[in-house]
């Protein structure tokens, strides 16, 4: 799964969205306030609501190779959002090069880029299209 991720800036509208592995967006939620922090837009969205009451209808745990308990599937997430059952974020701090809190931190970085990219892939062509309206609305007058 993807990662919930912001674009945050005062006097700005947000935009909260999970993207998956093929940078396709699968859930987003737009309309908060910049100035809310990330954790507060995310406790505000219906996504967290049907987490909280487990109501997503996510695929049921599975037993990895290896092991024998079922796994939740999980959402990738920053340190601004809480940590549940269906939640892996970073430790927080800093860690000496090939501790397992420091190699675990590294390989979840890598998949949380997607939603990185996504977002701002979508923010190239909104730029785009705002240019192209603009331009267009000066040939008008």
């Known amino acids: ?10 006097g700005r509208i947000v935009m909260m969205a999970i993207a998956d592995a093929n940078y396709n967006f699968i859930y987003v939620d737009v309309g908060s306030q910049g100035r809310i922090s990330d954790g507060g837009v995310f406790r505000r969205t219906e996504l967290y609501s049907k987490l909280q009451n ?14 024998d308990e079922n796994v939740p599937y999980v959402f990738l997430a920053g340190d601004a959002f809480p940590l549940q059952r269906n939640t892996m974020k970073p430790y927080p701090g800093t860690f000496e090069k090939n501790s397992p809190k420091r190699i675990y931190n590294h390989r979840l970085c890598r998949p949380r880029r997607v939603i990185e990219n996504t977002s701002g892939i979508m ?19």
Do not use: Q, Y
Not at 54 to 67: A, F, K, N, S, Y
């Open 1 to 10: 799964m993807g990662i919930p991720t912001l674009f945050r800036d005062a």
């Open 54 to 67: 487990g109501d997503l209808d996510l695929r049921p745990d599975v037993v990895l190779p290896g092991i």
């Open 123 to 141: 923010a190239w062509f909104l730029e785009f299209f705002e240019s192209l309206c603009f331009c267009n609305s000066k040939m008008l007058r």
